[in-house]
């Protein structure tokens, strides 16, 4: 191809507006009838990517936030990967507490257990980090870690930026559920203050929707494709909200727009 069209192709790519879906928490099983907390999550997962195919679909790409598979087996995550294959978009996967990362990154997507993975989509960075915490509910993240992410920040300084990880890294106030946040999610924050271009900061685990301005930063948490938290309660509480996902459009100045939307 002429080097003329490519430099074509790359500049509107570079000026486009950017579609991404976030799916999290589908807490699958090997069985395809198991149900948790009331709900079969297989069926609750296929319900809400038929929602989300009704509209402006194919998206630019899918990431899917953690808490994939609920029983660790590898029948699960590769029933996960044929879904994933028939949806015609780029998925990219982190781990939750509740998944294996040696068989998420096995069966469904190599890589997806690194610390850090940066995916350029357009003009934005999407940055993956895995805050999982071996033994434990609540998240962490590595000083490696943080180190990678800020060594990116700093070497990429004019690019807008979108992390995503699994654990929600400050309180969104429902009491039990905050044992279980990144227990050094302020260092993540930190970073989000001194670097302008993180626009924006995505989680899942919390099962429910949430959504702050820090600063230049929006902080969101998005419902689960199964069961939901009640918001706000002390002890655990399930909600009666549907399943749903988010939708995110990101603009190449680094403004964005975002929803929620639920069966």
Not at 61 to 69: C, K, Y
Not at 142 to 159: C, F, N, P, V
Request: glycine share 6%; charged share 25%.
């Amino acid at each position: 191809m002429d080097n003329a069209i490519l430099d074509n192709n790359a500049r509107q790519g570079q000026s486009k507006t950017l579609r991404l879906l976030q799916l999290t928490d589908l807490h699958l099983y090997a069985e395809p009838e198991r149900r948790l907390l009331g709900h079969c999550t297989r069926d609750r997962f296929e319900e809400v990517l038929a929602l989300a195919q009704a509209t402006g679909w194919p998206p630019d790409a899918i990431l899917f936030t953690g808490d994939l598979v609920h029983d660790e087996r590898p029948e699960a995550y590769r029933y996960l990967r044929q879904r994933i294959d028939s949806l015609g978009c780029p998925c990219f996967c982190i781990p939750g507490n509740h998944d294996r990362a040696d068989l998420l990154a096995a069966e469904v997507e190599p890589g997806s257990d690194r610390d850090v993975r940066v995916e350029r989509l357009g003009a934005w960075d999407l940055i993956l980090l895995d805050s999982t915490r071996p033994g434990s509910n609540a998240g962490q993240l590595q000083l490696r870690t943080l180190a990678a992410l800020e060594q990116h920040l700093q070497s990429a300084h004019q690019r807008p930026a979108l992390v995503a990880l699994h654990h929600q890294p400050i309180p969104v106030g429902s009491r039990w559920l905050d044992t279980m946040q990144v227990e050094n999610g302020q260092d993540l924050i930190t970073l989000a203050e001194r670097h302008h271009q993180l626009k924006v900061i995505l989680w899942g685990h919390v099962h429910q929707a949430f959504d702050r301005q820090l600063g230049q930063a929006r902080l969101l948490a998005t419902p689960s494709t199964c069961s939901q938290f009640t918001p706000g309660s002390d002890d655990f509480a399930q909600d009666s909200l549907p399943p749903g996902y988010r939708w995110l459009e990101l603009e190449p100045d680094g403004n964005l727009r975002t929803g929620i939307e639920r069966l």
